[in-house]
């Protein structure tokens, strides 16, 4: 009878409801930040583990690869937020208006990619950009009387390898957000602002844009999260974790490459926590930026 | 002041899903190691290269929560022997492999009725098995009694030396006597004690194709005239000018994606850019800038091209092999399953000499590549297990098996000069080449040197391929200056 009365009790239930989630919070994701925080100072070796205190730290100071994989995952995330907002932005508002015909194709068609596997994408696009004057992209150079550039082997060509592969995949998603935040504007402000005299692009200037702004924070943030976090794309499109000078190895990469590839665990729980910092004061000033950590005005 | 705290929170849950991505990147361990399986497949001696590892690449893609369940599973699993023997578990990465140790087991439990054996052969990834592995030696539970343990996993796995794993020193001294000592001692740990059986030399020979070579008039007689690299250039010269220096051909390639051209220098000069076990790695040596130096200037020449992706043990290797782009290389033995298996219609063409070297009177050759069984401390029955392994690795009957199943160049020296053995013509390779491929070896028997593969060689592997191979082939970077770099990436790690 007394646990039917502390099931029933009101002061217990949201405890009971929510115990699921703070379970799984509390063991899969605290625990383990915990643990990783505490291994970033220890030496995890074969045998022995030893607590080394900041040396790690000191070693990520100098570490070389490390820095190149941070300018990349740094270079990436920069590169897809400039593209991964407003191309997508104005494909919504391109998919909102009267202007385009055949809406559900062109709409499906910019979805499709993010259905595919990058791992299988991925294999794809790397059989493209090729060196070979038989690769796709050196094909096309061709047709404009190029010569074949090997793209996977230098910085920039491989950089904006990435960034196709990147943007042929999330296009569709973002734009698909900003879609749904178009929809829940009401048309009758447009109606009045039409009566007022106001130019298209006054319109989206002035309306569209802050009214917008949620899903803008909302796409924004998650950019910034998946560029930082990316390593799939880049693993796939260099066939594993290794390319000339580094060019496509990120954070997540070189803490892989680490942890697992090299089974030195505690440099690569340096790795995550420093990532983990590095991204929380990212997302802070993202945030305080754009006004999210203000107070209410009541 | 609310919405303050939920964004504070949400950022907390944003960071925690960051480690959270941390974990995920455990998930494509296997789109990972099959990666890595490919590269192991430039070292590697098996027939699991390039193709197979494309294969992988390809069935690994699915999503991180299937990947995980797919891990678990494995290749092939087969039990075999005899049911009332002690019972084993053996792992590896090469199905061949266990069919292999599975014929010697029948033969050991004719030979040995008072101890046989039962032994369950399971074949995983190659990522997965080594990491597997890695786990349960850690935990102390859940390792094999036996498992096979390829070149490169050899300083993570041997890390913990006698804890465990059971030396083989009095295993295998019945056969330790014939076998190449250069070759044993890359399975020993940093405590001098052998931990791994070796299947085979791996022993760099030079490659010649000599049908396009007579094309353009040159003889066997001087492609075995060849002896310095000098003479070696010489007749690349002298090959482009009757070929018209065509474009998009070439007499060699060098490779931004492997180490072996750097190994052969380092063997011939009897250096070792690893320092052993004792002493720091050092890769600012003599013998590597003198080959980084000469493959620019063959580069620039126009004598070579860098290999199409990296290295010539891949399908674009392979590809540039059959168009005649290339006509000669320097690779080891195991090569020859690559022209048996991928290039068989090259049958006939192809000629085996020893490698050319800097200075007449120094070694020319190094073995690369390998496989290192290891039998585990948590086997039920180790001083078994490790007399079977030794006998299915080291004796002349394992030796002459491998030869014929699995076409390696063994490591008992003995066999060698043994007609019956060596110049078997019902033997592929030697039907395959235009000379018997073990009286190359036999020639070369006490040129082999090692390059050991130390804790620190991962690191140096990787920079070199990743930086300074690119550096120095691809950017034409000063030699020393790359080195240096090199020599500092190194040293934070030591």
Sequence with gaps: MKFKKFLYSQKTAPYVFVLPFILSFVIFWIYPLVTAILMSFQDIGAITTEWVGFSNYGKLLKDRVFHTAMINSFEYTVFTCALLIPFPLLYAVLMDSRLVKAKGVWKAILYMPALTSVVISGTLFRLMFTEYKTGQMNMLLALIGMAPVKWLKNKWTGEFALLVLCCWRWTGVNMLYFLSGLKSIGTEIYESADIDGATSWQKFRYLTWPLIKPTSIYVLTISIYAGLAMFLESFMLWAGNDSPHNIGLTIVGYLYKRGIQKDDLGYACTVGVVLMVIALIINFIQLAWNGTLKKEES | ?494
């Excluded at chain 2, 019972?87 to 014929?103: D, G, L, Q």
């Excluded at chain 2, 290389?329 to 085996?352: D, H, L, Q, V």
């Excluded at chain 2, 180790?382 to 030794?390: G, M, R, S, T, Y």
């Design chain 2, 1 to 494: 002041m609310k919405k303050k705290l939920v964004s504070v929170l949400l950022s907390g849950v944003m960071a925690a899903a960051l480690l959270a991505g941390c974990g995920e990147t455990n998930a494509p361990v296997n789109a990972s190691d099959t990666a890595a399986a490919e590269e192991a497949a430039a070292d590697e001696s098996t027939e699991a290269p390039a193709e197979e590892a494309a294969a992988e690449d390809a069935s690994a893609g699915e999503e991180a929560v299937e990947e995980v369940t797919e891990e678990a599973e494995a290749d092939a699993v087969t039990t075999e022997g005899d049911p009332n023997g002690t019972h084993m578990e053996m792992w590896s990465f090469v199905e061949a492999h266990n069919t292999f140790y599975a014929k010697m087991l029948e033969q050991w439990n004719k030979a040995n009725p008072d101890r046989t054996i039962e032994i369950t052969f399971t074949t995983y990834p190659y990522g997965d098995m080594h990491q597997k592995l890695l786990m349960s030696l850690q935990a102390g539970t859940g390792a094999p009694d036996l498992c096979d343990v390829e070149m490169g996993q050899v300083p993570n796995i041997y890390e913990g030396l006698d804890t465990w794993l059971q030396p083989l020193d009095d295993a295998m001294a019945p056969y330790a006597g014939d076998m190449l000592t250069s070759r044993l001692d890359a399975y020993k740990g940093s405590d001098g004690k052998q931990y791994g059986a070796p299947f085979h030399v791996g022993a760099t020979v030079q490659y010649w194709n000599m049908k396009k070579l007579e094309e353009a008039g040159i003889t066997k007689e001087d492609v075995d005239a060849v002896e310095t690299w000098d003479d070696f250039t010489k007749l690349g010269e002298k090959y482009l000018e009757a070929i018209g220096h065509e474009e998009g051909k070439y007499w060699t390639s060098v490779d931004t994606g492997g180490t072996d051209w750097m190994w052969i220098a380092m063997a011939e000069y009897g250096d070792d850019w690893t320092g052993g076990f004792d002493n720091p790695a050092n890769v600012k040596l003599d013998s590597v800038k003198k080959m980084l130096k000469m493959q620019q200037d063959w580069l620039a020449s126009g004598i070579a091209e860098v290999s199409p992706d990296g290295h010539i043990d891949l399908e674009a290797g392979f590809q540039n092999i059959l168009d005649g782009n290339i006509v000669t290389f320097p690779k080891a033995m195991w090569y020859m399953s690559r022209f048996t298996n991928y290039m068989p219609e090259e049958k006939g063409n192809w000629y085996i000499t020893k490698c050319p070297v800097f200075e007449k009177g120094q070694k020319c050759s190094v073995g690369i590549g390998g496989t290192g069984t290891v039998v585990t401390q948590q086997s039920v029955d180790k001083e078994l297990a490790a007399d079977f392994l030794c006998f299915a690795k080291m004796s002349p009957e394992g030796e002459t098996m491998i030869w014929q199943d699995l076409g390696f160049d063994v490591c008992n020296t003995a066999l060698w000069t043994d007609d019956a053995f060596a110049h078997d013509d019902s033997n592929q390779y030697n039907q395959f080449f235009q000379n018997y491929p073990y009286d190359v070896l036999a020639s070369i028997k006490d040129q082999i040197g090692t390059i050991l593969t130390v804790k620190i060689s991962p690191t140096i592997n990787e920079y070199f391929c990743n930086t300074t191979a690119n550096e120095v082939l691809e950017d034409g970077m000063d030699v020393d200056e790359a080195l240096q770099e090199l020599q500092d990436a190194v040293d934070m790690e030591q």
